[in-house]
């Protein structure tokens, strides 16, 4: 029988279960802010280190070298080449203080390696935003831990870097889900939600400025938007005029670079991709289970590597599920987050049935949002410590 003086005592949250003991008194809402942020950095500095981990081991291979060749070209130059090859030349502009006249493949992998840490702080948060600093804990290690973003995270490619930007994207939309009235307001407003807003907007440009695999992005969350409007029904006026804002902002920015590499390549608009293999049940079994399944695989072939932790794969997938199951109770976010993690595959599987696309790195940026759902997914329990 507990005492009456243990029941008056503070309760805090632990990653196991609840708990009153004396040090809760002095665990103020400032240190739950400090906390919340603290675990998302943590967790980013974990896979920094991973990622740095053996970063300059392997020599670079053709796409890196080609990387590091157009990063070095005058500017004229570059942006030609880039939109000869279907690349905006946002990358490798990005690229080109890390791309020396010598090959220093630790310097130049060194932005895809903190890219990679972003998203992990990136997912993290998200999660802790829409379920709490379990859910960000869950999802962060999963995104740190997975062999295919720690591969991806030591290659000199732009692929963690669209990754980032949509992940980006994605916490902006999902604040505007949390918070409808307040992202219905004018964003000339004090009080209005403009850094959601701002978030978005930027995310979803900066995404579609580096490759065009941001277009389903793109889609998607306009598809999203609506199901955020259809349930904030006294807020839709307000949340379509800012909508209508940001998409304006959006195609102003990324049209005329598409209209730019469309007249780079009139003549070979679908060329390109003679080089990915055909899509078969095997390939589509092996890219699946190396992007979301914890495998790893070869780099160039996509045959499936010996797993160390057999069946790991499989729980997490169960997690995901569970976790999608429990956000039912919020339509509008399960749309935000299931339609992000959905929309690639879905995509690339429908093109890959008239030419084929399937190949890992385009699925990279659904990773954010499928360990998002998995982190949701392990059982909470509630043990009593006060006795």
């Not at 998002?372 to 509630?382: E, I, K, S």
Request: with cysteine; hydrophobic share 55%.
């Amino acid at each position: 029988m507990p005492r009456d003086d243990d029941q008056l005592k503070p309760r805090v949250p632990l990653l196991w279960g609840t708990a009153a003991w004396p040090p809760a008194e002095r665990f103020t809402d400032v240190n739950r802010v400090r906390a919340t942020v603290a675990l998302p950095v943590l967790l980013a500095a974990l896979a920094l280190v991973l990622r740095l981990y053996g970063l300059s081991n392997k020599p670079l291979w053709y796409d890196e070298i080609v990387a590091l060749n157009r990063a070095n070209l005058p500017l004229a130059e570059l942006v030609i080449d880039a939109l000869k090859h279907k690349h905006y030349p946002t990358y490798f502009l990005l690229l080109g203080p890390f791309a020396s006249a010598y090959i220093d493949e630790w310097t130049l992998r060194l932005p895809s390696a903190v890219f990679g840490a972003v998203c992990v702080l990136l997912v993290s948060g998200l999660a802790a935003e829409i379920r709490g600093p379990r859910t960000g804990l869950g999802a962060g290690l999963l995104m740190a831990l997975s062999p295919f973003e720690v591969q991806f995270g030591q290659e000199a490619r732009s692929y963690t870097l669209i990754s980032c930007l949509v992940l980006v994207a994605i916490w902006g939309l999902v604040r505007i889900a949390n918070r409808p009235e307040v992202a219905a307001l004018p964003v000339s407003r004090p009080e209005a939600l403009r850094g959601a807003w701002v978030t978005y907007t930027l995310g979803t440009v900066g995404a579609l400025l580096v490759l065009n695999i941001a277009i389903p992005w793109l889609l998607v969350s306009n598809l999203a938007m609506l199901a955020i409007v259809h349930h904030a029904a006294c807020e839709r006026r307000g949340l379509l005029r800012n909508w209508a804002l940001a998409q304006v902002v959006i195609l102003l920015f990324w049209v005329p670079a598409l209209i730019a590499m469309w007249l780079a390549n009139r003549d070979s608009v679908l060329s390109g991709l003679e080089w990915v293999p055909k899509t078969t049940w095997e390939n589509i079994w092996s890219i699946v289970a190396a992007v979301y399944l914890f495998r790893i695989s070869d780099l160039m072939t996509f045959v499936l590597l010996p797993s160390p932790l057999p069946g790991f794969g499989a729980g997490v997938v169960m997690f995901a599920l569970f976790g999608a199951w429990r956000l039912k109770t919020d339509p509008a976010m399960l749309t935000v987050i299931g339609l992000a993690f959905l929309a690639m595959p879905i995509v690339i599987l429908v093109i890959s049935a008239f030419q084929p696309m399937l190949v890992p790195r385009y699925l990279m940026w659904s990773t954010g949002p499928f360990f998002v759902l998995a982190g949701m997914g392990p059982p909470r329990y509630r043990r009593d410590f006060s006795r």
